[in-house]
Every structure is written in structure tokens, then in C-alpha cells.
């Protein structure tokens, strides 16, 4: 199976421009979530797309805003850039199972991430 | 916010020793996940420990599990070079899809 995907890998915008980052999954996950990474802040959870609704949301501003399509794939968009967005922007994907009710949760593969710069 | 601490933040070794890092997290979790980042990419699975567990191998990896001290620990036996790279534990919650990661452990394997 193809691993997932990310486009563009790297993007350089000026402060109060948009940007949109996309993800392609590794074929039959259905979830997708997105994380944040920055050398002062770590790795920061952003959200979380399973069957084209958003199930989960980490604490970032309403700047940062996203989507899962029909088949799986999914768009994150960060509107009014601001400096501090400079990052590598990470998606994975992941299969879901449930166990007695409970959903359980495996493995995440991870893209090569988008390198966004704002300038 | 981060779920999870690691220790040390970085780590230097010579080839062929073992290295040793240390997770720890603060909620109940479903299970532990370590994780390991060449220089500015992506994200690679190393292991994955539920909350059942408390001890798990894969190669030269070993992964403990402690749910009474919300910690874990990854050893590395006989590293090589090639291991150099960052090392993130990371937590699910039950019911909550919102992957926590530490802040990671630096290691680097001196030939």
C-alpha cells in the first residue's frame, strides 16, 4: 500500500495570507488527524477527521480549520497567517476498530509533513 | 497541551551501547506508542503498548509499561549510528482520538 501522502512539502507565505495543506490517506484508514510542530512547542495535536466529521479538536485559535472528503482525504487551512504558524505540519492516517464498545486505537502513519514558513 | 514528559531530553552514546529513555504521562490511557523523527520528517511507529500490558520487545526495542506511575521507558539494545534521531512517546485516551506526544528525547549514536 502507498503511505500517506502530504502536498505541497514545502510552502513560504507572508503574514495574513491563507494556505491550504492537503493529506492523503493510506487506503481503507478512515481517520485522519493533524499535528503541529514547532521546535518550542513540540508536537501539537490540531484535529481529528474520521468518515468526514470532525471527532476530535486540539486547543489552536479558529485560524486553523480543516476537512475530510468523501474518499478519505483531507484539507487543513489556516487563515490570516501569522508568524508563530511557521512549522512542519504532520498528517497521519490510521485504521480504526472498537472492542466491546470501546473504540480502540493502533498505530498512526504519519506523512513526511508540509514545511510551512511565514514570512 | 503535551500528555507526556520525556527524559532525558537528550542523549549521547557510543555505537553497540544501550540506550535508555524515559515517558511520563499525566491522564488514564488506552495504550502508549513510541515513535521515532529523522531530522525534520515525518513520524515512524516504533512499538505500541496497551494499558494491559506491562512489558513488550520488538528486535533490539523494549518497551515497560508502569499504569501506577503513569511512565514507560524504551530501551535501544547494541545502537547503531543509524538510530540517531528524536524519540516521542505518545498517549490515546480512551473514547478520545486526540494522540498526546512528549516533547521527545534526542538521541545520538556516535560511531
Known amino acids: 500500500k502507498a503511505g500517506v501522502t502530504q502536498t505541497p512539502r514545502y510552502l513560504i507565505k507572508t503574514r495574513g495570507q491563507q494556505v491550504t495543506l492537503s493529506c492523503s490517506p493510506i487506503?481503507?484508514?478512515?481517520?485522519v488527524s493533524w499535528y503541529q510542530q514547532t521546535p518550542g512547542q513540540g508536537l501539537q495535536f490540531l484535529f481529528e477527521?474520521?468518515?468526514?466529521?470532525?471527532?476530535n479538536k486540539g486547543n489552536f485559535p479558529g485560524r486553523f480549520s480543516g476537512r475530510q472528503f468523501s474518499n478519505s482525504r483531507s484539507e487543513m487551512n489556516v487563515s490570516t497567517l501569522e508568524l508563530g504558524d511557521s512549522a512542519l505540519y504532520l498528517c497521519?492516517?490510521?485504521?480504526?476498530?472498537?472492542?466491546?464498545?470501546?473504540?480502540?486505537?493502533?498505530?498512526?502513519?504519519f506523512g513526511p509533513g508540509t514545511r510551512l514558513t511565514v514570512l | 497541551s503535551q500528555q507526556g514528559e520525556e527524559d532525558p531530553q537528550a542523549l549521547s552514546i557510543q555505537e553497540g551501547e544501550n540506550a535508555t529513555m524515559n515517558c511520563s504521562y499525566k491522564?488514564?490511557?488506552?495504550?502508549l506508542q513510541w515513535y521515532r523523527q529523522n531530522s525534520g520528517r515525518g513520524l515512524v511507529h516504533l512499538i505500541l503498548?496497551?494499558?494491559?500490558?506491562r512489558e513488550k520487545h520488538s528486535g533490539r526495542l523494549r518497551v515497560t509499561l508502569d499504569t501506577s506511575k503513569k511512565s514507560s521507558s524504551l530501551l535501544i539494545t547494541a545502537s547503531r549510528a543509524a538510530d540517531t534521531a528524536s524519540y516521542f512517546c505518545?498517549?490515546?485516551?480512551?473514547?478520545?482520538?486526540?494522540?498526546?506526544f512528549g516533547a521527545g528525547t534526542r538521541l545520538t549514536v556516535k560511531p
Open positions: 503498548i496497551r494499558s494491559n500490558e
Open positions: 497521519a492516517s490510521r485504521p480504526r476498530s472498537s472492542s466491546g464498545g470501546l473504540q480502540t486505537y493502533n498505530e498512526q502513519f
Open positions: 477527521y474520521f468518515s468526514e466529521t470532525q471527532r
Open positions: 505518545a498517549t490515546d485516551r480512551y473514547n478520545n482520538n486526540d494522540m498526546r
Open positions: 487506503s481503507g484508514h478512515r481517520s
Open positions: 491522564t488514564s490511557i488506552n495504550n
